[in-house]
């Protein structure tokens, strides 16, 4: 088909008309002329196709133009029509939210990740999407497209999850799986790209053309923004910030190398910290093993050994940091996890060992926490919807 042929134009006219609804506002058919440039008729044409398949729903009548005349029928977007999944892979949970046509959630779903197992964690997920659907009142049919983040090492070209050590997955076709389970076209990013999409569209870096996104959970890893659009590299693996060393004599980390920055900033390293002064016999209110919130409120009231352990982290974090800033010279940093309840008792320690390891003209550059608490799941929301967009006709 000729790229300027009678269809194709068809097509582009359908797209910016639809485009046009996904606002969420009412409008007339002469208001979709107007606003898009078509002429009457072919608007008329096309919406009304549009509300013959479902995609616009009639929204009641209007007010008379100025110079009086017939009272327009308004037309809205059904919102209902499809649905989108986001997925999220976590090594401490699996995520699933459902949303309608124009992202807005309609249920949540989770349960505790599958360790070692791939084909259970993936089937587990359509589980989710399953009871999602039932929460919401929504077939599965109408899942027009599924968007993952897992905590791994992804390749965008194929979909598949090359490692996640966390997970203990390796060279898992999560694509293929999950658009044979649940019959939907899928897309996978590791989950701090998909953070970093969710932080650039709803976040402290809306509007913001070049940044960097932190994931600080079991893992460490980084989203890079440039030029407002998303940096993943050849095959959809940068920004592994938390496999890069900080510590020459560090433990050994999931990835097979040693001083790792997320067996010095991650959460269990954090909780690994603590234990280790406990051990020593430093005074604490924590136990062993403590959850990283009861870290971060002992912290909070004063407790020593969760402070060192944060102000462990956060120096870790100013190094890897650093290297983010030398290279890619970001004008904002943003540190997304469950770490951000920790304010300045880790951001504090991090501003104090940034200058010792960037470059002086970095030194100014803002490294703020994220105000995006499900940062990883809203993203893979954001990509289900952006690849249905992308292919829709």
């Not at 997970?167 to 998909?194: K, S």
Request: charged share 20%; net charge negative.
């Amino acid at each position: 088909m000729s790229p300027n042929g009678p269809q194709m134009v068809r097509q582009l006219n359908r797209r910016l008309v639809l485009d046009l609804f996904r606002d969420g506002e009412v409008r007339s058919r002469a208001d979709v002329a107007r606003q898009t440039g078509l002429t009457k008729p072919s608007a008329s044409a096309i919406t009304d196709g549009l509300l013959a398949e479902g995609f616009l729903l009639d929204a009641g009548v209007g007010e008379p133009g100025s110079a009086g005349g017939r009272r327009p029928n308004l037309l809205r977007f059904n919102e209902r029509h499809r649905a989108y999944v986001g997925v999220h892979f976590g090594a401490q949970r699996t995520m699933v939210t459902l949303a309608d046509a124009l992202g807005n959630p309609l249920a949540r779903a989770s349960t505790a990740s599958s360790l070692g197992d791939a084909e259970r964690g993936l089937r587990a997920a359509r589980t989710l999407v399953l009871r999602a659907c039932g929460r919401a009142d929504m077939a599965i049919d109408l899942v027009a497209a599924v968007g993952v983040s897992v905590e791994g090492l992804v390749d965008q070209t194929s979909g598949r999850c090359l490692l996640a050590p966390n997970l203990g997955w390796r060279d898992v076709p999560i694509q293929a799986r999950m658009e044979e389970l649940i019959g939907a076209p899928a897309t996978v990013f590791n989950e701090a790209h998909a953070g970093a999409l969710a932080e650039h569209h709803a976040g402290v870096a809306v509007g913001v053309e070049s940044f960097v996104r932190l994931s600080v959970g079991t893992g460490v890893g980084s989203g890079v923004v440039l030029g407002s659009q998303l940096f993943s590299g050849s095959t959809g693996i940068a920004g592994e910030i938390g496999h890069c060393r900080v510590e020459d004599d560090g433990l050994e980390c999931g990835c097979g190398n040693a001083g790792c920055l997320e067996t010095v900033a991650g959460e269990p390293a954090i909780t690994r910290a603590v234990d280790v002064a406990l051990r020593d016999g430093r005074f604490s209110s924590l136990r062993e093993g403590s959850h990283l919130r009861l870290i971060i409120e002992a912290a909070h009231e004063g407790d020593e050994a969760a402070r060192a352990a944060l102000a462990r982290a956060g120096r870790g974090l100013a190094r890897g940091i650093s290297y983010l800033l030398n290279v890619l010279d970001p004008d904002l940093v943003v540190i997304g996890g469950a770490v951000r309840g920790a304010g300045d008792l880790l951001l504090g320690p991090l501003r104090e060992e940034l200058p010792r390891s960037s470059l002086p003209q970095h030194r100014a550059r803002r490294v703020v926490f994220s105000d995006v608490p499900q940062a990883e799941l809203d993203g893979a929301v954001l990509l289900a919807r952006r690849l249905d967009e992308a292919v829709a006709p």
